[in-house]
């Protein structure tokens, strides 16, 4: 079984071939100079808009050769990045070839390591050269590849992104389905199929139709030029090529047991996976290749998510089935790289599987945006911090991989009302300015970890990787938990407890102090202005009944929706000297005092409907914080 967080995978070891380990990209559109990691069999790039996973893709689609033969993407001027100096260059490293791809591609084998280096310079226009150039490299000293005519056995299949699939596949000119024929039928089979369509042109040209036809063109025609130099006609079918036979083909498609229909009522969906198995059909010739790249742009198109899963499932397991023993032949790898917006695709695999694709100076006066490659196999988790991210995508889909601002709360609560806490009272009203602040809001993902155990999120979104960090920002929200007097119990998470003295008479009265751990973790991290610890004083349903405010009406109002015969209960509540601390207490004392989820969704109905609530001030400071503008 596969890690939690990834598709099954088999146990069986996977035989040894070359793979592409990295490719360093310079000068290329938004890639200044940036090294992108691979994993052996696939590979996510995520990320937001413009952050360069398409760029990585035209890179690599530029730096191998097509493996049907025919390239469509060349290098263009415009292509180079306007702050680069010099050729653009792309450098790939292999690693884990065999003793018989080290001799094949020896030029740009390094003995000391295995590994091979090809490289591609690109030369934009000169007077001298109107038409650029480019060159071919190899190994680690960059000389001219004395053989670069083998690298026609490290190949890419290319799927783009938006296709109109039912446009391709229902084309008139039949490209599509011939190439389809080529693949998968040999060529004596095909040659007997065109011939045989002959025949059949041959005999159908001598049915009374045509000849009928044929008989009265020759009486008009003869008419007319009997008197100068007769001409004779005859309505024929032209000698049949498989491109013109695939031309007049269709295909169709339905569920198991219903009638084949054309591809427009099967759906958006469907005739995209129709459409991509027709280009996977290429990968058939990977196996006459050492390495064949599978570049796949946006796969989640039109897919549902249970049908991305499949899709993703489906491209692993044809990386890893790939590799045979190529003592007899090429290995035929295929190594899948795709890019995505889809956290359903981005939770569907291991997180050392995913490499996020981030902008470096957005926005800067002086800098232009550079596209910076962070790999999350590089984040410094150990294994059980790994597979609690793991878990955690794989259960909820989340946006956490694409956010640049994030919230981390412990819980359902805190999920729901921080956004209507920040709609309703802290960035309320018509001003420009506070519009402008629920406009920021809306990009900032409210991650719910279900614990308080924060520190694995807070590695994976803050540790440095070459220098940049997954996110911008992060505001966690936590609850400060403190003992109550005469009550002995921890707190049953020791991962975040901090030790105490249990002679120090304070420390009696506090279980832990989540946010001194968490500033600690920070400064290991060499985390500055990036992250604010919002504490809470008790917990948040407590500390919502903010002193000088009428907000214990409405959370009288969302207690007694759940409990309506319990009203004195709640003027224990409301009437204490510290209401705050007593609803504090009586959460501690009895779990079930309320539905925390309920109760928080209670509390944000009324905020919704125009009640009069002020924010409590750890909340306030927080958002004010995180989305940037002031109350």
Partial sequence: MGQAGSPDVSDEPVPQAMHLENIRIQGFRSCRDVVVPLQPTLTLLVGENNAGKSNVIEALRLATSPLSGRRSRYFEPEDTNRSWEGPVTFTMTFKGATSFQQAQFISGLDLATGDVTHAVRFHAPTEEEPRGRSERLAGLPMAADPEPEKREHINHVYLAPLRDAQRELDSGSGTRLASIIRYLVPELQREAFVAKAQQAMKALAGHETIQTVNKNLQMHLSGLTDGSREQLVSAGFDPPELSR????????????????????????????????????????????????????????????????????????????????????????????????????????????????????????????????ALPLSKIGLDQTERRKIDQYLDATRSELLFARRVILVEGIAEAVLFPAIARTCVFAGDDPAAAKARRRLRGVSTINIGSVDFAPYLKLLLSPVDGHRLVDSVLVVTDADPGIAGDPEVDADDSAADEVESSDPVADTVRYNRASALLALAAELGVGNELLIAEAPHTLEADLLVPGSTNAEVLKEAYLRQHPRSKKKWETISTAEDPAAKFYELLQKNKKLISKGQFAHDVADQLYDGVNFKSPEYILTGLEWLVGEPK
């Fill in 245 to 372: 036979l695939a031309r007049s083909l269709r295909l169709k498609m339905a569920e198991h047991d219903v009638e084949f229909a054309d591809l427009a009522a099967s759906g958006l969906g469907y005739t995209n996976l129709l459409f991509m198995a027709t280009v996977i059909v290429e990968l058939q010739n990977a196996k006459n290749s050492e390495l064949t790249v599978f570049l796949v742009e946006e796969p989640e198109a039109h897919l549902h998510p249970q049908l991305q899963a499949v899709l993703l499932d489906f491209l692993l397991e044809q990386a890893e089935k790939s590799v045979r023993d190529d003592s007899q032949g090429p290995a035929g790898r295929i190594q899948v790289v795709a890019t995505t917006h889809s956290p359903n695709l981005a939770s569907a695999v291991g997180s050392a599987n995913v490499v996020v694709m981030r902008t470096a100076n957005p926005g800067s006066a002086t800098k232009a945006p550079e596209s910076v």
